[in-house]
Nanobody
Framework: QVQLVESGGGLVQPGDSLRLSCQASGRVFETPVMGWFRQAPGKEREFVAAINWSGSFTYYGNSVKGQFTISRDSTERQIYLEMKDLKPEDTADYFC???????????????????WGKGTLVTVSS
């Protein structure tokens, strides 16, 4: 089992930037792929981004390409989501997730990953 704890959410204004963090613990070696998803009120879960611990690939959801950047610190077992130029439509619960293999972003967009954190709320409002 792997445990995931998100942090960094909060209330920001449109145009602001924010960085989310996710601390992984437990059997992290069994989950080489890490990712971020979000769910806005009344909407379905949306794939945001994924990365592997070696950093050899990253995937992004179409709606965040060029706006969000995923990164990782393998030594600290943390992943990050840098979000810039935030808009009200970026308001959502953001979830860290982990997966035991690289299944590709189409799979993740449709099915998610195997392990989930509890989420951190990002609210973009003036």
């Amino acid at each position: 089992q792997v445990q995931l704890v998100e942090s960094g959410g909060g209330l920001v204004q449109p145009g602001d930037s924010l960085r989310l963090s996710c601390q992984a613990s437990g059997r992290v070696f069994e989950t080489p792929v890490m990712g971020w998803f979000r769910q806005a009120p009344g909407k379905e879960r949306e794939f945001v981004a994924a990365i592997n611990w070696s950093g050899s690939f990253t995937y992004y959801g179409n709606s965040v390409k060029g706006q969000f950047t995923i990164s990782r610190d393998s030594t600290e077992r943390q992943i990050y989501l840098e979000m810039k130029d935030l808009k009200p439509e970026d308001t959502a619960d953001y979830f860290c997730a982990a997966d035991p293999m690289d299944r590709g972003h189409y799979y993740y967009a449709k099915n998610g990953m195997d392990y989930w954190g509890k989420g951190t709320l990002v609210t973009v409002s003036s």
